[in-house]
Structures are given as C-alpha cells and as structure tokens.
C-alpha cells in the first residue's frame, strides 16, 4: 500500500473539538482504527530488530498537565533509536549552546536516507542534519566527558531525566547493532576525515551504538516529548531536565528533520515536531500541550512506522494539535 497521510486529513476534521476528559477515548480510538493496519516491513538490518513482534501496537499521549493517556501495547520496550538523537541534541546544546552545535552539526534537511553516506560528500563533509545517522553521531562527539564512558553516562544520565525514570541497555540490541553497524563507523571515519569529529570514530560510535539501545516504551516517549512540550520541565516528576530555550532549538531542528526524508510530508498532513526510529517507535511534541509516543514495529520504506503515523496523524486531527492550524480551536476547548 502506498501511506497515505493525506487520507487521515480528509477523513478526520477539526471542527469539532473535544473537551479534555474526552481525551482517553480518543487516544483509545486512533489505537482500534489503525491496529489492524498490516502494511510494512519491521526492520533487518539490526539483525536483532527483526525478531520484533509486528504485531505490537501503542499509543500513549502524556499532557503538560501531567495526564497521562494510553492504549494498547504502551508498556512494551522497544530500543529508542534514531528517536535518542533528538533528546542527545538537546544536551548538547544544552552543555554547548546553539551556535556551536549549529555550526559543528548543522540544521537542515539532509533530503537523504538517515544512513546516507553520500549527503556528506555532497556538503563537503558537513553533517548538515542533526537527525540522521552523520549529524547524530557527530552530535555525541559533541557531549562533554573527559573520556567515552563519561559521555556515555552522561547521555543515559540525560535521556533518563527525560523519561522520568532510569533507561537501561537492551543488551541483545546493543551487541547486534555493534557487530553490524560497519556503515556507521564508515560514515564516522569519513566526518573525522574531514574534522567533524574529532575524538576516536570507534569510541564515539560506541557511544551512540549505546545510545540507540536503550530501552523505552510508548508511554516514555510521549512522556519525554511531553518534557520538550513543556519547555523542559518533565510534567511527572517536575524536574527541570533542559532549559526553554533549548526546547525551541530542538523542535525547530525536529519540525524540518524528524521523519527523514520523508519530514515534509509529515509537517504538511500532521503539523508537530516529531523523531522516528527504526524500531517503530514516534515522538511527537504539540508545544505547551502533550507528547505523543506511538510504537508499532511495521515500517515504510524511509523507516517510519505506518501504523505509528496514522495514529499520530489522526491525534493531531481529533484534538487539534497542528501548530499551523490549531492554537486558537485547542485554546478554546482548554485541551491540556
Ligand atoms: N533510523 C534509525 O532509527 C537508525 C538508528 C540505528 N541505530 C542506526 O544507526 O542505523
């Protein structure tokens, strides 16, 4: 089948919005519409990513508010991913600040696939997308520590602040991706080649090797999108995790970056700031409002989650959340 996104905008319209405590039937209702959804493929290339059960399937929206609302298979873990790169690039410019992460990583849509080797010759070496596999590794090369095993704490110290609990290692995925993951010490070898990285490629592709293993349910991410949404402070254990600032420097990188190459589609049909993971999982961030976080293992071609998208795209539909299109109806209805 061809995903069609647009299908979920036709089909759903925004006039009539709901009120809050309507907000767990509705989380509940993009869980039956899509469930049966068969399309896609679970991913290979990881040969540990392909014993995931296809059959999985979450949705979990956590409000600013600190409401939490799920269905389905919401407390299923499931390695974080390329989903782990937005929460890195808020620490780092969180310990560096935006301009230097600007410079060294760069802010734009690659319009490649997130493990493209040729994007970097193109740009002369730059990573140019935080979001993809270059700029995300050049990222963790990034996060201060005085040697890999300092970054790495740092990192799982960071992403757990995030979710709200403490992230542990899927050791099975970790090994599996650690002895197939020759394109991504490639592609560090290559950034170092050109002086974007400038620590031990193998050290810090370990580092992010790690970082992509760790493991996190439905229910972490929306909470952990949640956290950005609210500028920073995580809305279940009122820590402040990364500043405002940060926040907004993130969901600008997330709105042009976070679905790949396939992030415009995404922005016009379901309007959030959002990151995907080849594992299945999706994190959407409806500013001042909720995180969502979607998991069903079954992906498209670019590496997007099908069931995941639809979901996410009817959420955004029911309860207004398009930042184009919803503050004025959502505010209205005093949703989140
Ligand atoms: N798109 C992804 O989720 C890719 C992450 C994976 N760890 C990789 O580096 O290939």
Redesign the pocket.
């Known amino acids: 089948m061809e995903l069609r996104l647009g299908d979920v905008s036709q089909e759903v319209s925004t006039g009539d919005l709901p009120e809050w405590n309507e907000v767990d039937a509705l989380v509940e209702a993009a869980y039956r519409r899509y469930r049966s959804v068969g399309d896609g493929a679970v ?1 290979d ?2 040969p540990a990513l392909a014993e995931a059960d296809p059959e999985r399937f979450g949705v979990c929206v956590v409000g600013t508010d600190g409401g939490v609302h799920s269905s389905g298979d919401t407390q299923i873990e499931f ?1 974080i ?3 782990s ?1 937005a929460f890195v690039y808020a620490l780092a410019c969180q310990e560096l600040g935006h301009e230097l992460v600007r410079e060294r990583v760069g802010v734009n849509n690659s319009g490649a696939a ?2 493209s080797v040729i994007a970097i010759e193109l740009n002369d070496g730059h990573p140019m997308n935080p979001m ?2 270059a700029g ?1 590794i050049a990222t963790t090369a990034l996060v201060p520590g005085a040697s890999a095993d300092e970054r790495w704490d740092a990192v799982l110290a960071g992403l757990s602040e995030f979710a709200g609990r403490q992230l542990e290692l899927d050791d099975a995925v970790y090994r599996s ?1 650690s002895e197939s ?1 020759q ?2 010490r490639a592609i560090a070898r290559l950034l170092a080649s050109y002086g974007r990285v400038e620590l031990d490629p193998d050290e810090v592709v370990d580092v ?2 790690k970082q ?2 760790l493991k996190v349910d439905a229910r972490d991410l929306a909470i952990m999108g949640a956290t950005l949404a609210d500028g920073g402070i995580n809305p279940l254990t009122g820590r402040r995790v990364v500043p405002p600032g940060v926040c907004r420097d993130t969901l600008a990188v997330l709105s042009a970056t976070g679905l ?1 190459e396939r992030s415009g589609e995404w922005l016009f049909e379901i309007g959030l700031p959002a990151k ?4 299945g999982g999706i994190v959407s961030i409806a500013p001042g409002k909720c995180g969502i976080g979607v998991f069903s293992p079954l992906l498209d071609s670019a ?1 997007n989650s099908i069931r995941g998208q639809l979901a996410t795209a009817y959420l955004s539909r029911v309860l207004g959340l398009n930042i184009f299109a919803s503050a004025a109806h959502s505010r209205q209805k005093g949703l989140f």
Do not use: L
């Open positions: 991913a290339y990881i390695s991913q390329s989903i790169k997130f493990n993809v596999n995300a991706e993951n394109r991504n992010y090797t992509c293993s790949y995907s993971g080849v594992s590496g």
